[in-house]
Antibody, heavy 119, light 108 residues
């Protein structure tokens, strides 16, 4: 069965970086793209980035340009999201989600990773 | 940038029909997807491409999209349907995924 398993929660200080992983199983990794979506406490869903897994092509939300990088390791079917220069308002649950293409819905989601930014 | 507008809350009695709207400029020209998110859980896709249901989603869930409004309809509402619901589109002009602000469905 399809699974997206994310790395564990992180606590970071302002200005630091965080890297969250998302390991896929149960399907051919390069057949679907991966997006990262975050949700601040009590807030809605915010799309962050998309990576086309078969060639590594990326697309980032404008507000995060320059601070976020998505990568993949196709040998381990793992996607990574790195967010730099963390601020308190980056505190959120971060989800990875897969989709066949950018116009399709996200049919499987990871369990979420809580990233807390606090001094 | 493209904006999707949802009502913050919708309330419905058990057994009745809930309708959750998602407004956007000419949204009828886009493909709309809907997600259900229960507290403390990851979102679940309940409708894709305006009106298609993934396997495992009850037939009580349906969707439509025309003009400036997309609608998620939940028939014969059950207590277990109480959750937050989000609409989502791909905005080709910005190459961005866009989510609506979410609607909290309360089952009275």
């Amino acid at each position: 069965q399809v699974q997206l398993v994310q790395s564990g929660g992180e606590v970071k200080k302002p200005g630091a970086s965080v890297k969250v992983s998302c390991k896929a199983s149960g399907y051919i990794f390069t057949s679907h793209g991966i997006s990262w979506v975050r949700q601040a406490p009590g807030q809605g869903l915010e799309w962050m980035a998309w990576i086309r897994t078969y060639d590594g092509n990326t697309n980032y939300a404008q507000k995060l340009q320059g601070r976020v990088t998505m990568t993949t390791d196709t040998s381990t079917s793992t996607a990574y999201m790195e967010l730099r220069s963390l601020r308190s308002d980056d505190t959120a649950v971060y989800y990875c989600a897969r989709a066949r293409g950018v116009t399709t819905g996200f049919d499987y989601w990871g369990q979420g990773t809580l990233v807390t930014v606090s001094s | 940038s493209y904006v999707l507008t949802q009502p913050p809350s919708v309330s419905v009695a058990p057994g009745k029909t809930a309708r959750i709207t998602c407004g956007g400029n000419n949204i009828g020209d886009k493909s709309v997807h809907w997600y259900q998110q229960r507290p403390g859980q990851a979102p679940v896709l309940v409708i894709y491409y305006d009106s298609a249901r993934p396997s495992g989603i009850p037939e009580r869930f349906s969707g439509s999209n025309s003009g400036n409004t997309a609608t998620l309809t939940i028939s014969r509402v059950e207590a277990g349907d109480e959750a937050d619901y989000y609409c989502q589109v791909w905005d080709s002009s910005s190459d961005h995924v866009v989510f609506g602000g979410g609607t909290k469905l309360t089952v009275l």
